[in-house]
């Protein structure tokens, strides 16, 4: 399969506890992108790497996140002291930079439900 | 900061009936790209149709094609002789063409389209 990749896809934790996603983007794609998605709703942004430097952090990304993409390859986004308030969907996307309106890949997300 | 509206929580139509979503969206950018993305139930999101601002012609790709008013800002989405496959959530999405934003992609809150056989 050489779609993005997300695991595990789905995470239940205790309120409190610390939990980490992967995502594995496409190979020859050097932009990586995390979205959180809640019920109902549309996707909003996160943080965005252009290989191995994040470029960017929205405000909805709190001291609690962190996300890293080493070596510019497969990325990880940590959440830590979990609130019920991050059970969501989290989606990895990955695009290539060159080229105008060059389309992102998502992968099938990472459900997180946190009690 | 740029907004993109979708007014029509849900939609319904008859299997091989035509359906349009709405999608508004507002920028003081001139230049930019929009998007419909499709979200079937628990699958990932794939896009459906891409319109780039610079281009008076509306895209179009087999049953699904857009109407494009840039000065109204809208970006409406048609599907014709709908499908049972066409049956998920559709977003509509706005990017800007400038590099330095990264590519990143603005949702509408989107709007369920059910297709009744």
């Known amino acids: 399969d050489t779609g993005v990749s997300q695991n595990p896809r789905h995470k239940i934790t205790k309120r409190g506890q610390n939990v980490t996603f992967r995502c594995d983007p496409i190979s020859e794609h050097n932009r990586l992108y995390w979205y959180r998605q809640t019920l109902g709703q549309g996707p909003e942004f996160l943080t965005y790497f252009q290989n191995e430097a994040q470029l960017e952090k929205s405000r909805l990304l709190s001291d609690r996140f962190s996300a890293e993409r080493p070596k510019g390859s497969f990325s990880t986004l940590e959440i830590q002291r979990t609130e019920q308030g991050d059970s969501a969907m989290y989606l990895c996307a990955s695009s290539q930079r060159t080229g105008m309106g060059t389309e992102a890949f998502f992968g099938q997300g990472t459900r997180l439900t946190v009690v | 900061a740029q907004t993109v509206t979708q007014s029509q929580p849900e939609m319904s139509v008859q299997e091989a009936e035509t359906v349009t979503l709405s999608c508004t969206y507002d920028?003081?950018?001139?230049?930019?790209?929009l998007f419909w993305y499709k979200q079937p139930p628990s699958r990932q999101m794939i896009l459906v149709i891409r319109q780039e601002a610079y281009k008076q012609q509306n895209a179009t790709e087999n049953r699904f094609s857009v109407n494009f008013q840039k000065a109204a800002k809208s970006f409406s989405l048609k599907i014709s002789d709908s499908q049972l496959g066409d049956a998920a959530m559709y977003f509509c999405a706005y990017r800007s063409a400038q590099d330095a934003a990264g590519n990143k992609l603005t949702f509408g809150g989107g709007t369920r389209v059910l297709v009744k056989p």
């Open positions: 920028t003081s950018e001139s230049d930019y790209y």
